[in-house]
């Protein structure tokens, strides 16, 4: 169950899947007055969608942006893999940072048939994530509807740039390079061609909502604790759902120290890449596929245990 190369993602097919995951990012834009550029950067949250695997942002018209843009198109945009609930305030107590990336490139404002065009998918990607989630089986929809439906949603984040009373100036984001940021912290420059040439994971679009279900519910983290113990041979105090992607999951774990003797001592938190028996081309065969690993878990145990 260890990870290599032919069982996770490339960075390139990370840095594709946080774009399609997200909705959100930071944009930076360099301040500018009457007289030309600064030095300064503004930045702010703006929201977005991925259109054929680039960014399309809408900025509120009272924005500096939209000022600083005329002046100078260069910016940056900085995307991190959405990671809400119970395990965003455990990152944040131990000071680990989800995975993120950032973006170098010129936002080029659309002409009026594009802004249509752009609007037109934005709408396209709200239904999608209604649709997806409607014609879920029992197990999944269970897993989605257990998530915190207003941090977690693509779709209800987004009804707010076309429902709400504020007024938008739409930008389509030139990428003219990417850095991947991992949750060490370690920066890993992509080459733009892989970029081009990767697609985001099929699992990107519902993640958010598959981690903080599975995160809410204190069966399934149990569950994580037993893959600690069948497939690492480690005792896990708490375990949380980290990633999930076609071709396995990482899990957050609070685990005995080095140090630790006797069960006294201090525990940390590692995190351990379980790979799936085969690829999974969707939310649902990723949850057919955990539940079967769950149940092989209980049994192992239960039969070490002389409960079976």
């Known amino acids: 169950m260890k990870a290599n190369k032919a069982t ?4 390139a097919e990370k ?11 930071q944009l930076n834009t360099i301040k500018a007055d009457a007289k030309g550029s600064k030095e300064d950067i503004y930045r702010s949250k703006v929201k977005y969608i991925c259109k054929r695997g680039k960014p399309y942002i809408w900025v509120p018209e009272k924005e500096l942006h939209n000022v600083n843009v005329i002046v100078d198109e260069r910016s940056s945009f900085a995307v991190a893999n959405p990671i809400p609930g119970p395990l965003a305030s455990l990152l944040r107590s131990i000071k680990k940072s989800p995975a993120r990336i950032a973006l170098i490139g010129d936002v080029v404002p659309l002409t009026d048939a594009k802004v249509k065009s752009a609007t037109e998918v934005l ?10 989630i409607s014609e879920s089986s029992y197990t999944v929809s269970g897993v989605l509807s257990s998530s915190d439906h207003s941090c977690t949603s693509r779709s209800e984040n987004l009804k707010e740039v076309l429902e709400g009373d504020e007024k938008y100036i739409v930008y389509k ?3 003219r390079s990417c850095i991947y940021v991992d949750g060490n912290g370690d920066t890993h420059e992509i080459d733009q061609e892989d970029m081009n040439a990767s697609k985001a994971d099929p699992l990107a679009l519902l993640s958010a909502k598959l ?3 599975i995160n809410q519910s204190a069966a399934r983290r149990r569950a994580l604790m037993l893959f600690c113990l069948t497939y690492f041979n480690t005792n896990a105090k708490d375990a949380y759902m980290l990633s999930v992607d076609r071709k396995g999951f990482e899990v957050l774990s609070k685990v005995p120290s080095p140090a630790m003797k006797d069960g006294y001592g201090q525990f940390q938190w590692r995190q351990f890449r379980l790979s799936l ?4 081309r969707d939310v649902e065969a990723f949850c057919r596929q955990l539940v079967e690993m769950e149940e ?3 049994k192992e145990v239960s039969g070490h245990s002389g409960l079976a």
Do not use: H, M, R
Request: glycine share 6%.
């Open 8 to 11: 996770v993602l490339t960075f």
């Open 277 to 280: 028996k085969e690829e999974a």
């Open 173 to 175: 984001f030139n990428q």
């Open 123 to 132: 709408k396209e990607v709200i239904l999608s994530e209604q649709k997806a």
């Open 15 to 25: 840095c594709k899947s946080i774009l399609s995951s997200n909705w959100q990012g």
């Open 211 to 213: 981690i903080d279900g």
């Open 296 to 298: 092989e878990a209980v």
